[in-house]
C-alpha cells in the first residue's frame, strides 16, 4: 500500500477513536453520576478490604464445636454474613459502574462497523499492501479476503509488483493490524478505563441482581 494511502488509512482509524472516546468522556465519564459510581465502588471496596482484614484475625478456633461453641459459631456466623454482603455490595457497584460503560462501547462499536463498510467498499478488491513473508495457509484466509486473481496477469500495488500473489494484503487485513494496534493504544491514552473487575459485561451478570 503506498505510505500516503497507508497514513491516511492510520489516520483515519485513530481519529474515529479518539473523536469516540473524547465524546464518551464528554458525555459519561466526566459527568456527576459516573463520578458518584466510582465513589460508591471505592467505598465498597474499602468496606470490604476492611471486612476481610477481620475475618483475618479471627481465631481459627472461631468456627470449632467445642467449649464455648455456641457463642463462637455465632460470631463467625455473624462476620461471614457481614463479608458475604460486603462482597454482593462491591459486586453491584462494579456492575453499576460497568452499565455506564456498555452504551459508549456499543457506540464505538457501531462507529467502527460503519467505517469497516466504507473503506471495505472503497479498497474492495485490491491489494493494498505486500507482506515481505509468505503467511501459512490458514492465515491467507484473512490477508487475501476479498481478492481475486487472473492467471498470468500481472498485479500491483501503487508502483510495487506484487511478487507473489500469496504475499498480497488486502484491506482486511492491513484495516485489522490497525484494529489491534493504533486503534488500542488510542484509546488507553484518551479513553477512560474502568475500575478492575468492571472490564466487561460479565461483572453485570456476575452481580446479584444480574444473577437474580
Not at 484475625?57 to 470449632?64: H, I, V
Not at 478488491?125 to 487472473?150: A, D, E, M, S, Y
Not at 484494529?179 to 478492575?196: D, L
Amino acid at each position: 500500500m503506498p505510505a500516503p494511502e497507508l497514513l491516511q488509512l492510520v489516520t483515519t482509524v485513530v481519529v474515529v477513536q479518539i473523536g469516540c472516546d473524547l465524546v464518551a468522556n464528554w458525555r459519561v465519564f466526566n459527568q456527576a453520576p459516573y463520578k458518584k459510581l466510582l465513589g460508591q465502588a471505592d467505598r465498597a471496596k474499602s468496606k470490604l478490604d476492611r471486612e476481610i482484614a477481620a475475618a483475618g484475625k479471627e481465631p481459627a478456633q472461631a468456627s470449632s464445636v467445642s467449649g464455648k461453641s455456641g457463642k463462637k459459631s455465632s460470631r463467625a456466623e455473624k462476620m461471614a454474613k457481614r463479608l458475604q454482603r460486603a462482597q454482593d455490595d462491591y459486586s453491584e457497584a462494579l456492575a453499576n459502574v460497568a452499565k455506564k460503560h456498555t452504551v459508549p462501547s456499543v457506540m464505538t462499536s457501531v462507529m467502527f462497523l460503519v467505517l469497516l463498510r466504507i473503506l471495505g467498499t472503497e479498497y474492495k478488491g485490491n491489494i493494498i499492501g505486500v507482506l515481505p513473508f509468505t503467511p501459512f495457509k490458514f492465515l491467507q484466509r484473512l490477508t487475501l479476503r476479498g481478492l481475486t486473481f487472473v492467471e498470468g496477469a500481472d498485479e500491483f500495488v501503487g508502483t510495487e509488483k506484487v511478487g507473489s500473489t500469496s504475499q498480497a494484503a488486502a484491506f482486511m487485513f492491513i484495516y485489522f493490524l490497525c484494529g489491534i494496534s493504533v486503534k488500542f493504544y488510542a484509546g488507553r491514552f484518551f479513553g477512560t478505563r474502568p475500575p478492575k473487575g468492571a472490564e466487561s459485561i460479565m461483572s453485570v451478570m456476575d452481580s446479584p441482581e444480574g444473577q437474580k
